[in-house]
């Protein structure tokens, strides 16, 4: 960690684990416990934008909802501005949560449906500064619906009178109503059709430019990232594999993870651009993880190591960490095509399948 940074939020080693119904049922020799995030670090600095992507069910909400101490980690730290808000409570917690906001992916059920645009507003904003009222609260509400680019005679509507990419720049006002520190976004246009995702990405990143809000956005896909997000964390089955910024990610990924995830999203060739279930073996289930590294029954890189040992990180380059046993600077024998290559980007030709196969 960069000591000249002003860290905004920061998980340190934190876990999370939920005791399931289905491990009981299924007699899993994990006690019915899913490791839902498994001993992650990351933090955003003041005024970044920070990507965290990975599969569907790989943990990303969890580790959103640890940061914003929407819930208590299992283990490890979060701070939030150099202070320690892994077990504060009550009054306390809710201060600091006021200066962190969530942006969800069903704007609809974040949103209050008897509440008109107005209310949400004013209860947002007066939570914040309790004494504004009148024109001056008229004004910061109008100011507010001018920067998510709603009309003001959206004030006396209620959410289901709104489309909804507007929905979704409703509920982005009313998380910029409290003058946060910090916005978690996550999947913020998934739900939303092709027009509105680009409108609201425009949105987010105007907000970001203009506000200089640390931003962690939660996304599956790697063309997001590399449009919104300056620095990257991938994310396998509970753990962070890979983190640096957004550029480097892309010129030299690391992980064979990583690699796999943008041949399959960003390569022009659409026997490439298939989802991972096309990578060797299955995707493993979080309540009984494979040994070792996680991603070991996929990889085609996989030795002994990898299923024995946890891959710690290790930096490889400035600001990049990669979570993987493969020596990427060693031996170059077996060194795995397109792994240090930038030949990954759609423009160029991707490795051949067949190379990417298990030995
Ligand atoms: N409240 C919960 N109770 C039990 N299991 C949960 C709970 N929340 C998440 N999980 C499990 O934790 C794993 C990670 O979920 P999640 O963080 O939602 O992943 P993502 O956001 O990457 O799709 C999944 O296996 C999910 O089923
Ligand atoms: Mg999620």
């Known amino acids: 960690m960069n000591d000249t940074l002003e860290i905004i939020s920061e998980a340190v080693e934190v876990s999370k684990s939920y005791s399931s119904r289905l491990g009981f049922q299924t007699g899993s020799t994990k006690k019915g416990l899913v490791q839902a995030v498994d ?92 004494n504004l009222r009148g024109r001056a609260l008229k004004a910061h509400i109008a100011a507010l619906l001018n920067m998510v680019g709603l009309p003001v005679s959206s004030l006396d509507r209620n959410p289901h009178q709104f489309s909804g990419g507007e929905k979704q720049r409703i509920a982005i006002a009313r998380s910029l109503a409290v003058e946060p520190k910090f916005i978690i976004a996550d999947e913020p246009v998934t739900a939303l059709d092709l027009a509105s995702q680009e409108q609201i990405l425009s949105l987010l990143e105007s907000v970001q430019r203009e506000l200089k809000v640390a931003f962690l956005f939660i996304v599956h896909d790697m063309k997001t990232v590399r449009r919104m997000c300056n620095r990257t964390a991938v994310m396998y089955l509970g753990r962070i594999v890979e983190c640096a910024p957004t550029d480097l990610l892309f010129k030299t990924p690391k992980h064979p993870y990583t690699n796999a995830l943008m041949l399959s999203q960003l390569s022009k060739n659409p026997d490439l651009r298939e989802n991972l279930h096309l990578l060797p073996g299955e995707p493993p289930s979080p309540l009984d993880p494979p040994t070792g590294c996680h991603f070991h029954p996929r990889c085609p890189y996989t030795d002994m190591r990898c299923k024995t040992l946890v891959p710690q990180p290790r930096p490889v380059g400035e600001n990049h960490w990669v979570r993987c046993h493969y020596d990427f600077e060693g031996n170059q024998k077996s060194a795995p095509k397109g792994i240090d290559a930038p030949d990954l980007v759609p423009e160029k030709k991707p490795p051949k399948r067949s190379k990417l196969k298990k030995k």
């Open 39 to 130: 001993r992650a670090s990351l933090y955003i600095a003041a005024g970044e934008s920070v990507g965290l992507v990975g599969e569907s069910g790989c943990g990303k909400s969890t580790l959103g909802r640890l940061l914003l101490r929407l819930e208590t980690p299992t283990d490890g730290d979060i701070l939030f501005q150099g202070e320690d808000i892994t077990r504060i409570k009550g009054r306390r917690l809710r201060r600091k949560r006021r200066q962190m906001q969530m942006i969800f992916q069903d704007p609809a059920s974040s949103l209050n449906p008897r509440f008109t645009v107005e209310n949400t507003l004013t209860e947002a904003i007066t939570a914040h500064k309790k």
